[in-house]
């Protein structure tokens, strides 16, 4: 079993930045693919990022590339999005996820799910 914990979100103006964090307990933390999916008001949840249990591996949805980056620090079980230039369509929940899975790119590749954290973007 793994507890995923994410805190960070808040408001922030576009083009704005903000950090969001995951701490994870339980079963090895680096044996899981972690990431990062979101779900704005009224749309389906999608993926954001992932990275590997080595931290050596990262994926990004296109529309992020460039402005997120994922990072892990396996001594502590954390991982961190941060997320730069933000856009107001980015206004969402964000989730933290873990899988086994060799990739973490829906949401039947998850195993576990932090509760949200919601970040606003204002315009």
């Known amino acids: 079993q793994v507890q995923l914990v994410a805190s960070g979100g808040g408001l922030v103006q576009a083009g704005g930045s903000l950090r969001l964090s995951c701490a994870a307990s339980g079963r090895a933390f680096s044996s899981y693919r972690m990431g990062w999916f979101r779900q704005a008001p009224g749309k389906e949840r999608e993926f954001v990022c992932s990275?590997?249990?080595?931290?050596?591996?990262?994926v990004y949805a296109d529309s992020v590339k460039g402005r997120f980056t994922i990072s892990s620090d396996n001594a502590k079980n954390t991982v961190y999005l941060q997320m730069n230039v933000l856009k107001p369509e980015e206004t969402a929940d964000y989730y933290c996820a873990a899988g086994v899975a060799t990739h973490l790119l829906f949401d039947r590749d998850v195993d576990y799910w932090g509760k949200g954290t919601l970040v606003t973007v204002s315009s």
């Open positions: 990275i590997s249990g080595s931290g050596a591996g990262t």
